[in-house]
């Protein structure tokens, strides 16, 4: 069973950047698909963006361009670096592994994080 621990979250002004990290224990997280999820009050759950096991990403068309999916592996760790910050990027954030594929569904992910709050002022 993997574990994972979202960090890094914080309020910042729009344009700002931020770097949120997911730090995975119980298991090793490189041969998971790795996926970051956000949730803006009263909506429901948007997909961010997904890495595979290979590396490859994928991004939501909002924040594609601004926002940066990485992995390091000897740290057991996955980065989601966000840049030119909108405040409609507030939310809460989530970190979430799939054993199969980097989906951009909720469904296709087994494990989460409890999510980190971002708040982007204007």
């Known amino acids: 069973q993997v574990q994972l621990e979202e960090s890094g979250g914080g309020l910042v002004q729009a344009g700002g950047s931020l770097r949120l990290s997911c730090a995975g224990s119980?298991?090793?997280?490189?041969?998971?698909?790795m996926g970051w999820f956000r949730r803006a009050p009263g909506k429901e759950h948007e997909f961010v963006g997904a890495?595979?096991?290979?590396?490859?990403?994928n991004y939501a068309d909002s924040v594609k361009g601004r926002f940066t999916i990485s992995r390091d592996n000897a740290k057991n760790t996955v980065y989601l670096q966000m840049s030119s910050l909108k405040p409609e990027d507030t939310g809460v954030y989530y970190c979430?592994?799939?054993?199969?594929?980097?989906?951009?569904?909720?469904?296709?992910?087994?494990?989460w994080g409890q999510g980190t709050q971002v708040t982007v002022s204007s």
């Open positions: 890495i595979s096991w290979r590396e490859n990403t």
């Open positions: 119980g298991r090793t997280l490189s041969t998971y698909a």
């Open positions: 979430a592994a799939s054993s199969s594929y980097y989906y951009t569904k909720r469904y296709g992910y087994e494990h």
